[in-house]
T-cell receptor, first 108, second 114 residues
Framework: KNEVEQSPQNLTAQEGEFITINCSYSVGISALHWLQQHPGGGIVSLFM???GKKKHGRLIATINIQEKHSSLHITASHPRDSAVYIC??????????FGKGTKLSVKP | DVKVTQSSRYLVKRTGEKVFLECVQD?????MFWYRQDPGLGLRLIYF???????EKGDIPEGYSVSREKKERFSLILESASTNQTSMYLC?????????????FGQGTRLTVV
């Protein structure tokens, strides 16, 4: 079993829809990260959180430490949000443990 | 702007060649990492380093080595490239873990071994 599980693996949405991507983990963590990877390959950090909720523009990330679960929400989705979204946790040695990613496609 | 820079975006190498992938960061970070990313497998850790001249094996070190002679530079070496090393390679850096720390990624190197 993977230490970090994401769902769904693929997601297609219409522009304007509310989107949720889920992440569950089975290890002790100091932080959870949401990353975005566009087709060019580079990865950008969207959020790093260890409790509660963070918001940046149309993106919201929540984490429930007791349930070992996090969600990434995108409100009023737009085609430019199309990307792979990756959940990762900071392991005990400081390295990141990654989920396999969720490929989001937002259609106009 | 903080930066992690990988020397090449795209590389094509022949089987058996020795390949160097270079990564440079300008944030004075102690931690540096090399990952490879493959469809259906996600990102997997190859090697990481906590300081100059220090290195630790990740989950899939076979066929790779690394070098960290200077704090800002972390090199991944494919001693004898093989076709199963065709992949996207990503470098990352972070400050030492105190509580939690954000990782910064390079733009990736897409390596094709023919």
């Amino acid at each position: 079993k993977n230490e970090v599980e994401q769902s769904p693996q693929n997601l297609t949405a219409q522009e304007g829809e509310f989107i949720t991507i889920n992440c569950s983990y089975s290890v002790g963590i100091s932080a959870l990260h949401w990353l975005q990877q566009h087709p060019g390959g580079g990865i950008v950090s969207l959020f790093m959180l260890s409790s509660g909720k963070k918001k940046h523009g149309r993106l919201i990330a929540t984490i429930n430490i007791q349930e070992k679960h996090s969600s990434l929400h995108i409100t009023a989705s737009h085609p430019r949000d199309s990307a792979v979204y990756i959940c990762a946790v900071t392991g005990s040695q400081g390295n990141l443990i990654f989920g396999k990613g969720t490929k989001l496609s937002v259609k106009p | 702007d903080v930066k992690v820079t990988q020397s090449s975006r795209y590389l094509v190498k022949r089987t058996g060649e020795k390949v160097f992938l270079e990564c440079v960061q300008d944030m004075d970070h102690e931690n540096m990492f090399w990952y490879r990313q493959d469809p259906g497998l996600g990102l997997r850790l190859i090697y990481f380093s906590y300081d100059v001249k220090m290195k630790e094996k990740g989950d899939i070190p076979e066929g790779y080595s690394v070098s960290r002679e200077k704090k800002e530079r972390f090199s991944l070496i494919l001693e004898s490239a093989s076709t199963n090393q065709t992949s996207m390679y990503l470098c990352a850096s972070s400050a030492p873990v105190v509580g939690y720390t954000e990782a910064f990624f390079g733009q990736g190197t897409r390596l094709t071994v023919v």
